[in-house]
C-alpha cells in the first residue's frame, strides 16, 4: 500500500468516526404528555417511572423524564458519571453524604437544576410526586453505598454492583 492510499483509508475511517460522532439523532420537539412512562428499572427503588427521551442511558448521551411517588426515597449512592437533574414538577430534595439525613436535602422546586458529579455520596427523596429530568453521559449507575439499599439486593445475597449487567438494565428502553 503507497502512502496515498493509506491516507485515503484513514481520511475515510476518520470521516466515519465523525459522522457517528456527531449524532446522526432525528430531530425531536416533544411535550411531556407524549412521554410513553414505564416502571424504572430495578437500580432505583420501586414505585419510580421512566421515559427514556433519547439516547442511551446504557452508555451514551441520554436525557430522561422520571416520576416519582410522594414520600420516595433513594438512599445514598454515587454514579460513575456526572448526574445532572432538573425539577420539572413537584420538589425534589437532594442532600450530599453517606446516608440518607430526612431533614437534610435541600428542597428544588420547579426550574430547580442540580449538579452531582461522578463518585460522590449523595440522596434524594419526594413528599409530593415530583418529576424530573435526567441528562448526561452513560452508563447510568446507582452505586449504593450501603449494599442492603439496592433494590437489586432485596431478598437475595448481597452482590458487588459491578457484577450487575448495567448494559442489560438499559437495553429495553431503547
Ligand atoms: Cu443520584
Redesign the pocket.
Known amino acids: 500500500m503507497n502512502n496515498r492510499s493509506a491516507l485515503l483509508i484513514v481520511s475515510f475511517v476518520a470521516a466515519l468516526l465523525v459522522t457517528s460522532f456527531a449524532g446522526a439523532e432525528q430531530q425531536l420537539i416533544q411535550n411531556e404528555h407524549e412521554a410513553k412512562w414505564s416502571d424504572a428499572p430495578a437500580m432505583l427503588p420501586p414505585g419510580a417511572k421512566i421515559d427514556v427521551v433519547q439516547g442511551d442511558p446504557g452508555g451514551a448521551l441520554y436525557t430522561a423524564r422520571l416520576k416519582f411517588p410522594a414520600n420516595y426515597e433513594?438512599p445514598a449512592?454515587s454514579?460513575p458519571t456526572d448526574?445532572h437533574v432538573t425539577v420539572l414538577s413537584g420538589t425534589l430534595y437532594m442532600g450530599m453524604g453517606d446516608k440518607l439525613d430526612p431533614e437534610g436535602g435541600t428542597a428544588l422546586t420547579v426550574g430547580g437544576f442540580a449538579l452531582?458529579p461522578a463518585k460522590m455520596n449523595?440522596y434524594?427523596y419526594t413528599k409530593k410526586a415530583t418529576t424530573i429530568l435526567l441528562h448526561g453521559m452513560g452508563p447510568v449507575e446507582f452505586i449504593y453505598v450501603n449494599p442492603a439499599d439496592d433494590p437489586r439486593n432485596a431478598g437475595q445475597a448481597l452482590t458487588s454492583p459491578c457484577a450487575l449487567d448495567q448494559r442489560a438494565a438499559w437495553d429495553r428502553y431503547l
Open positions: 433513594i449512592h454514579h448526574e452531582m449523595h434524594a
